[in-house]
């Protein structure tokens, strides 16, 4: 058997691409434009920066998300109790076509891209995005493309399991249209991490 | 097992001819020497990691001697057993590593009494769980081997299959992925279902991390008793007996059945002793009952220890005789960063 390392140039200039981290987003030392790696090779990639609405003194971090756009179409489902808490809390169903926010980065502990991953995707919420990493670094992307839209189908499995009643049949569809990379603004505290959007949950 | 042990394998820079390291299943690799960013392929698309034989040929057979030592083995077998051959072997194991993860909804079952009917009781579950998937890929004919457990100190070394004596891998990389993945998932969606007797829906998903054809060393002991063969394969890293095959100890096996048979007399008597002693007609029979209950657990275990006691088999060892030793599974479960949830 052999083995092949096959260097890895920019799209855009050429130029051979150098990384200190294992990050599947590489940024060109020369033009600085941003390119895929997955299947062996890089490719283009949709990207947007998203600009912080929470200010905080700790150190800000610009956190990977895959945002996977999927239609959900339920053609059955039966729930066992449960449902005056879902009539009182008003929790809506999980239908249509909508965002799923994948956080994309190993540096996050799974306690927390579980609970962010939930709420952007229950939220929806807009985003004025930003040209550049602005006062904050970069986070390495460790989450490969085709992994993401898995993902986000858990996603809708875990919020049909979580809301009140206990789950007993679902028949449904779930189409991945795309997939794009949204870098949201994180502060890295002390003993936790805090979202720079959603009012910093 | 506390976290998936990870295999890191060593390569040349091309750029610069610094050491690259590469962990299992990683196709985008580093050179901390100049930064240089690589893709790494392989030309048969599958990772192939070696390990180190770390067991010499006498802890090999020291440990072999050991265990002629070990349970209801023939009593003079250490002392007659004749070894005639040992030699190392390199064994190909499929390994895959990723997380399962299934939504599993049904309902748990309770029997109602004479009057109430049975209690339907609905579940749902989450499992998010890392499992690591082994399975042998080639055919080790009565090895008595399906799968490993790669202790943490096991040193990967580049592969070189000329230097080592192995077994061809007649499966192809994409069956072995398919099958690796589908049993990974039907694990997730088994931990998740718990004590649903009715599965209603279930849904798994495997996300994998690394996958990759792991040739790990064995030592094989030949060794005949009494004009007949057998043979102990031992770990080539732990030095850990695998598998085997031994001469039972007839005195044992003699001495379970007449010790079975006779306390399975003596534990029924007393219990119609102490039924007669009560009176009435229903104790006596519940008591009767209860000691041919008693009675026949005591004769099956004397029986099992009876009935193929003239062969031990060790470990995964397939045919009659009595089974000794723990069966490594084909999947194993890390339990760091597990997200389970159960209603």
New interface residues.
């Given amino acids: 058997m052999s083995i092949v390392l096959q260097p890895l140039k920019c799209l855009a200039c050429g130029a051979p691409l150098k990384s200190k981290e294992r990050d599947l987003m590489l940024i060109c030392e020369h033009c600085g434009s941003l390119s895929l790696f997955a299947d062996g090779k890089t490719s283009p990639v949709e990207f947007a920066i998203v600009k912080p609405t929470v200010e905080e003194k700790d150190p800000l971090w610009y956190v990977p998300f895959w945002v996977v756009n999927a239609d959900v179409i339920v053609h059955r489902e039966k729930i066992s109790g449960g449902g005056i808490s879902r009539a009182v809390t008003g929790q809506k169903q999980m239908r249509g076509t909508r965002d799923f926010y994948i956080c994309a980065a190993d540096a996050v502990p799974e306690e927390y891209a579980r609970v962010w991953n939930m709420e952007l995707t229950i939220n929806q919420p807009e985003f004025t995005t930003i040209p550049e990493f602005k006062n904050g670094s970069r986070m390495v992307m460790t989450m490969e493309k085709d992994t993401a839209g898995n993902n986000a189908e858990f996603i809708f499995l875990r919020y049909e399991a979580e809301i009140p009643g206990t789950l007993q049949e679902l028949d449904y569809d779930f189409i991945v249209k795309s997939a794009k990379v949204l870098y949201l603004p994180a502060y890295k505290k002390p003993t936790s991490y805090m979202l720079g959007v959603l009012n910093g949950k | 097992m506390s976290k998936t042990p990870k295999i890191i394998v060593s390569?040349t820079?091309?750029?610069c001819g610094g050491q690259?390291q590469s962990e299992e299943g990683?196709?985008?690799?580093?050179c901390?020497f100049?930064?240089?960013?690589?893709?790494?392929?392989?030309?048969?698309g599958i990772?192939?990691i070696m390990y180190r034989l770390d067991v010499t040929r006498e802890k090999a057979e020291a440990r072999f001697l050991e265990w002629l030592k070990e349970g209801p083995k023939a009593k003079d077998l250490e002392k007659n057993a004749q070894i005639s051959e040992a030699y190392p072997i390199y064994l190909p194991f499929w390994r895959l590593v990723g997380r399962g993860?299934a939504?599993v909804?049904?309902?748990e079952i309770k029997k109602g009494d004479k009057d109430e009917p049975d209690r339907r009781i609905?579940?749902?579950?989450?499992v998010n769980r890392e499992y690591i998937y082994s399975d042998i890929a080639c055919d080790p004919g009565d090895l008595g081997i399906a799968a490993i457990r790669i202790p943490d100190h096991a040193k990967a070394v580049e592969?070189d299959?000329e230097s080592i004596v192995t077994f061809g891998v007649p499966e192809s990389r994409d069956d072995a992925y398919s099958e690796g993945s589908a049993q990974i998932k039907l694990q997730a969606i088994k931990d998740g279902k718990r004590s649903m007797d009715e599965v209603?829906?279930s849904?798994a998903?495997f996300?994998?991390k690394a996958f990759s054809l792991v040739y790990y060393p064995f030592w094989i002991v030949r060794y005949t008793y009494e004009d007949r063969a057998y043979f102990a394969v031992l770990d080539g890293i732990t030095s850990q007996v695998i598998s085997g095959r031994a001469p039972g100890n007839a005195g044992s096996q003699s001495t379970a059945a007449a010790l079975g048979g006779t306390l399975s007399g003596a534990v029924l008597a007393a219990f119609i002793f102490f039924g007669l002693a009560l009176g009435a007609i229903e104790a006596i029979a519940l008591f009767f009952a209860f000691g041919l209950i008693a009675a026949a657990g005591i004769i099956g275990f004397a029986y099992n220890r009876f009935r193929y006691g003239d062969e031990i088999l060790e470990g995964a060892m397939k045919g009659k005789g009595l089974k000794r030793g723990r069966k490594q599974q084909c999947i194993e479960t890390n339990y760091e960063?597990t997200?389970d949830?159960f209603?």
């Fill in positions: 390569l820079c091309p750029n690259v990683e196709s985008l690799v580093l901390k100049c930064d240089s960013v690589f893709s790494l392929t392989t030309d048969e990772g192939k993860k939504c909804c049904g309902v609905p579940h749902e579950s989450l592969f299959d209603y829906f849904k998903f996300f994998e960063n997200y949830m209603n």
